[in-house]
């Protein structure tokens, strides 16, 4: 068995058992939950064409908790194929908006009705805690139902030309998409880009984090039982140098929808140029700040500051890692906000305990990077103000860190960490915040807490961010766009203009 340098995932080329089944005994949930770990291509589990495997860990120990199959090019070319022929079949142009609709209804039904298996399987995966997952199962049956709603109401317009001819517009779909999702919302993540593509007519090619692959294997069992044609949706698990790369070169994708690394995204978008310039939507990293100005209620904006940072363990692309508080209220801000960081670094533990409140990294390798960070923050100058350690040892817990005295050319300020590590920087006024907040390669969301509603929504348009949440932070709703500005992305997901970006215009002109 072959160990990659740098992972905690072992491939092997033995055979891989067809189903995995984990007995849960917790506080919160007791039941016996089974998984197909197979390939999910043409409405069949299946074995990858050349059998290699993936050992899943439990970030909560560390040790290993499943073996679930590891596709290759060879799996995405079939998984391509029984999408190509489920479009041109029995899907796309051939099924109705109404009765697409009715199939994801019915899938959002099933998912409902299954939410505390899923939930189970998710905080188990991703070390979040039950409470959290359950929030995660819930949020994804409201996109899945939004665009449930959506599937027979996509068309185009009728256009007055000249007298004797008119126009019309069709928003058609693109045929065969992929997608590859992220290790830190999986079970949102299927929701999120499987809905939206399959309202449209679209057929899939779904490759979720080989990190993360549990929540995913199990809705595929649920779309067969929706009744979705095979075909429709394929879920290939591996790695992204393999079945990632394989997704995004090849020719008879149409567009590839991308949750992820900038650098990622970089290489997904060079793929799209060097192989048939398949439309791309990216969302990708953030340094998201949050800016607090001195008239606000600091006890309940330092509550939202903390959810900011530290909710999913701080792995969450829109995580409010740069915190900018007005010079009057810092200190107190500061002496309320270490508080918090000390409290949920000694509720952390395990994820199906009532009283948890911060759970580990997803994996070896995200938290020596997070350490990382964290000892490039000291290196530099900055003060670790609390946190910077791992909690206990088993697992891969980070306790809630704060820097403070920072600069703006520091890593820790400039780059994405993806874990519980904030920055907390004093600033006078309103023009200045606006300066820092806006010095970043990123633009993907924003706080800005304040009582005086005109500055707010100043702020809110000066600053370059795809979202900006004013008085609250990390809110999502299904029918409300998301996505980046800068290198946070490109296109958007949720909303409407979630669609847009799963169908093509065609023009139609008409001589009368």
């Not at 029995?90 to 505390?116: F, N």
């Not at 633009?443 to 500055?455: D, K, M, P, T, Y």
Request: a neutral charge; one cysteine or more; glycine letters at 10%.
């Amino acid at each position: 068995m072959e160990t990659y340098k740098g992972s905690l995932f072992k491939v092997s080329s033995a055979k891989m058992p067809s189903t995995y089944s984990h007995k849960f005994d917790t506080p919160l949930f007791k039941g016996d939950v089974t998984i197909n770990t197979g390939l999910y291509i043409n409405g069949q589990w299946v074995d990858p064409v050349e059998p290699a495997t993936i050992e899943v860990i439990n970030p909560a120990t560390g040790r290993s908790t499943a073996v679930v199959s590891a596709g290759s090019s060879k799996d995405v070319d079939l998984a391509v194929a029984a999408a190509s022929k489920a479009y041109k079949t029995v899907w796309g142009l051939h099924t109705p908006g109404d009765k697409r609709g009715k199939l994801l209804s019915k899938l959002a039904d099933i998912i409902e009705a299954h939410t505390e298996e899923l939930s189970a399987l998710e905080a188990l995966n991703v070390g979040k805690t039950y409470r959290d997952a359950c929030d995660c199962v819930a949020f994804s049956v409201s996109i899945i139902r939004y665009y449930a709603g959506w599937a027979d109401k996509i068309h185009g317009d009728t256009l007055e030309t000249t007298e004797d001819k008119f126009a019309y517009t069709r928003h058609e779909p693109f045929g065969v998409v992929g997608q590859i999702a992220p290790w830190n919302y999986p079970i949102n993540m299927v929701a999120l880009k499987l809905a939206p593509a399959l309202a449209t007519g679209n057929a899939v090619v779904f490759k979720p984090s080989e990190v993360t692959p549990f929540t995913a294997l199990k809705v595929a069992e649920f779309i067969a039982e929706a009744g979705f044609p095979p075909g429709v949706v394929n879920i290939i698990n591996g790695y992204g140098n393999t079945v990632g790369q394989a997704i995004s070169e090849h020719p008879e994708i149409r567009k590839v929808a991308f949750t992820g690394s900038t650098l990622t995204g970089r290489k997904i978008l060079k793929a799209s140029a060097e192989s048939n310039l398949k439309v791309v939507t990216l969302e990708l990293g953030g340094k998201s700040p949050f800016i607090v100005f001195d008239d606000v209620d600091v006890d309940e904006v330092v509550q939202m500051a903390a959810t900011g940072i530290y909710h999913n363990m701080g792995q969450v692309c829109t995580a409010a890692s740069r915190i900018f508080v007005q010079e009057t209220i810092y200190d107190k801000f500061l002496h309320k906000m270490t508080e918090i960081a000390k409290k949920r670094g000694g509720a952390a533990g395990d994820p199906f305990h009532a009283n948890t409140q911060h759970g580990p990294q997803i994996s070896k390798v995200q938290f020596d990077r997070v350490m990382g960070y964290i000892q490039a923050g000291k290196e530099e100058g900055a003060t670790l103000h609390t946190g910077g350690n791992q909690i206990g040892t088993e697992g891969y817990f980070i306790h809630p860190t704060i820097f403070t005295n920072v600069k703006p050319e520091m890593k820790i300020v400039r780059e994405e960490i993806f874990g519980p590590v904030a920055v907390i920087i004093k600033f006078k006024d309103e023009a200045e915040v606006i300066e820092l907040a806006n010095n970043t390669t990123y633009g993907l969301a924003c706080s800005v807490l304040s009582q005086n509603i005109g500055r707010a929504h100043r702020v809110a348009h000066a600053i370059e961010a795809g979202t900006i949440w004013v008085n609250m932070t990390l809110g999502i709703n299904p029918g409300v766009p998301f996505g980046g500005y800068k290198m946070s992305g490109i296109g958007r997901e949720l909303g409407k203009y979630g669609l847009d970006t799963y169908t093509q215009v065609k023009a139609v002109h008409v001589r009368l």
